[in-house]
C-alpha cells in the first residue's frame, strides 16, 4: 500500500503513497472557509466559495440600495425573498423605476413630437441631423424593451399582491381558528380544573367512606364478639403500635368493644391506657372499667356493686396470668345509673408494670398481640377460685364454665370438709393415747407406794 503510485490532482508531481502526504504537505497549502470550516487547495477556489457558493456567508439582499438593509445567509435568501418586508421593498422599487420610466418615455414622446415638427418645418436641417434622429430611435426601443420588461414585472406583482392577499386571507382565517382553539383550550382548561376538583372531593369522599367502612367493618366484628354473660375475653392487635402512639400521646387510651351481664343487663366495656394514666403513667400499664348507658337502664338496679376481675393472659401456656379485681364505690359517680353514653372510668391504674409488657419475648405479648379477660362477679365467687375461673378454656360454653366452676367449688368444699374431719379424728385419737397414759403412770405409781 505505501509503494502505490500516486499522481497529485493539483500538479504534476507523481511518485509513491508513502511521500504523497509529505507533498501536499509542503507544495499544497490549505484554505479554510471562515464561514463553514471548508477546506480548499487554492485561495482562488476559496475565493470563488465565498462569493458565490458558501451557504453560511452573510451576503447583503439584492434590494439594499433600495433600503432593505438586512444581512442575511445565502441559505436563507429564498426565505428572506418571500419575506413580508422584502415584498413591501419590491414594489416600492418597481412603483419608482415604472414611474421614472413613465415620464422618461413621457418626454421621450414629446422629443418625437417635437422632432416630426421640426421635420416639416424645416427638413433640410432635419435630413442634417439623422444621426441623432437614428439614436433617439435606438433609445425609443430600448425604452420599449424596459417598458415591456417592467409590465411583465408588474404583472408579477400584481400576481403577488394576489398571492399576499390570499396568504393575508388564510391568515386572518388561521388567527380566528386558533383564537377558536384557545378559547376551547381554556374551557377545556377549565373543565380539567373542574374535573380535578371533582375528582378531588371525590377522593375526599371515598377516604371517609372507606373509614366509615372500616369503622362499620370493627363494629360489625364487635358486635360478633359480644358477649351477655358478663365476661369479655379483649384481642388487642398491634401492641407496639399501640404503644408508641400512647407514648407519644396520640392516643393514649383505647376501648374495649362493650360486653353485657344479660342480653337486658348492663352494658360495659374496659379501657385501656397503654402508657400508663395519672401517676401510673410511664411506669404502669392502667386497666379500668367503665359503665355504658344501656336500653335496659330503667329497669336495673344502680349503684353498680359487683365484683370485677381483670386478667392478663401469660401466652406461653406456662398460667402466670396477672390477675387483680377491685369492688366498685357505691358512692363514686362511676358506678351511678349513666346519665350519658360512658360513666367516668374506673379501676385499676396500676395493672401490670411496662416492663413485663415491653421485653423481649415477653410471655403476655406475642406475634405482637395481648388478651385481657374482663369478668363481673355476679355469684360473689371466693378470691381463692378467680384463678381457676380465669384459666378455664374460653372456647367452652359459659354454661360449661360456670357448671365446672360449680364443680370445682363443690370438690374443695368436700376436700375441706375431708380435712377437717381428719384433723378431727387425729384430735381425738391423740385424747384418748393421753388419757391411757396417764392411767398407766397413776397404776405404777400406786404400786410403788404399796411396796
Not at 52 to 81: A, F, W
Not at 161 to 183: A, P
Amino acid at each position: 500500500m505505501q509503494q502505490l503510485p500516486i499522481l497529485c490532482h493539483l500538479c504534476e508531481w507523481s511518485g509513491d503513497f508513502n511521500n504523497y502526504e509529505n507533498h501536499l504537505a509542503q507544495l499544497h497549502q490549505q484554505y479554510r472557509c471562515l464561514f463553514c470550516n471548508s477546506i480548499f487547495t487554492s485561495a482562488p477556489s476559496l475565493q470563488q466559495h465565498t462569493e458565490s457558493m458558501c451557504s453560511q456567508m452573510l451576503v447583503d439582499c439584492v434590494l439594499q440600495p433600495y433600503g432593505c438593509n438586512t444581512k442575511i445567509l445565502r441559505c436563507n435568501q429564498s426565505e428572506h425573498y418571500t419575506s413580508k418586508m422584502h415584498q413591501q421593498i419590491l414594489m416600492l422599487c418597481t412603483s419608482q423605476c415604472i414611474s421614472t420610466l413613465a415620464v422618461k418615455h413621457q418626454n421621450t414622446m414629446h422629443m418625437d413630437t417635437y422632432v416630426d415638427r421640426k421635420r416639416i418645418d424645416h427638413s433640410p436641417k432635419v435630413t442634417t441631423d439623422s444621426s441623432t434622429i437614428l439614436e433617439t430611435d435606438e433609445s425609443n426601443a430600448q425604452q420599449k424593451d424596459v417598458i415591456e420588461t417592467l409590465n411583465i414585472l408588474a404583472g408579477g406583482i400584481v400576481v403577488l399582491n394576489d398571492d399576499v392577499q390570499r396568504l393575508s386571507s388564510e391568515s386572518l382565517q388561521q388567527s380566528l381558528l386558533i383564537e377558536m382553539s384557545s378559547q376551547n383550550l381554556k374551557v377545556l382548561k377549565t373543565s380539567c380544573e373542574e374535573s380535578k376538583n371533582f375528582m378531588d372531593a371525590l377522593s375526599t369522599n371515598i377516604s371517609i367512606l372507606q373509614q366509615d367502612c372500616f369503622s362499620l367493618k370493627q363494629k360489625v366484628e364487635d358486635s360478633k364478639s359480644i358477649s351477655y354473660d358478663g365476661t369479655l375475653l379483649w384481642k388487642i392487635s398491634h401492641v407496639q403500635e399501640k404503644m408508641t402512639d400512647a407514648q407519644s400521646e396520640r392516643q393514649v387510651s383505647i376501648y374495649s368493644p362493650p360486653f353485657y351481664s344479660s342480653p337486658t343487663g348492663y352494658k360495659m366495656c374496659a379501657r385501656l391506657y397503654f402508657y400508663g394514666d395519672g401517676n401510673a403513667r410511664r411506669t404502669h400499664m392502667s386497666l379500668f372499667f367503665v359503665l355504658m348507658r344501656s336500653e335496659h337502664d330503667a329497669l336495673l338496679s344502680f349503684p353498680f356493686t359487683y365484683k370485677v376481675t381483670f386478667c392478663l393472659f401469660d401466652q406461653t401456656g406456662e398460667q402466670q396470668h396477672i390477675i387483680d379485681t377491685f369492688r366498685p364505690d357505691p358512692k363514686s359517680s362511676s358506678f351511678q345509673k349513666p346519665r350519658c353514653d360512658m360513666n367516668i372510668a374506673s379501676g385499676i391504674p396500676k395493672f401490670v408494670q411496662l416492663d413485663k409488657i415491653q421485653q423481649p419475648n415477653s410471655r403476655y405479648v406475642k406475634e405482637n398481640v395481648m388478651f385481657i379477660k374482663v369478668m363481673v362477679d355476679f355469684a360473689n365467687l371466693h378470691k381463692t377460685m378467680l384463678p381457676y375461673a380465669v384459666s378455664l378454656n374460653p372456647g367452652l360454653p359459659i354454661s360449661c364454665q360456670q357448671r365446672l366452676i360449680q364443680q370445682e367449688i363443690q370438690q374443695r368444699a368436700q376436700l375441706q370438709s375431708q380435712k377437717i374431719l381428719e384433723t378431727t379424728s387425729t384430735n381425738s385419737h391423740l385424747n384418748t393415747n393421753g388419757n391411757l397414759s396417764i392411767g398407766k403412770e397413776q397404776v405404777v405409781d400406786n404400786d410403788s407406794k404399796m411396796s
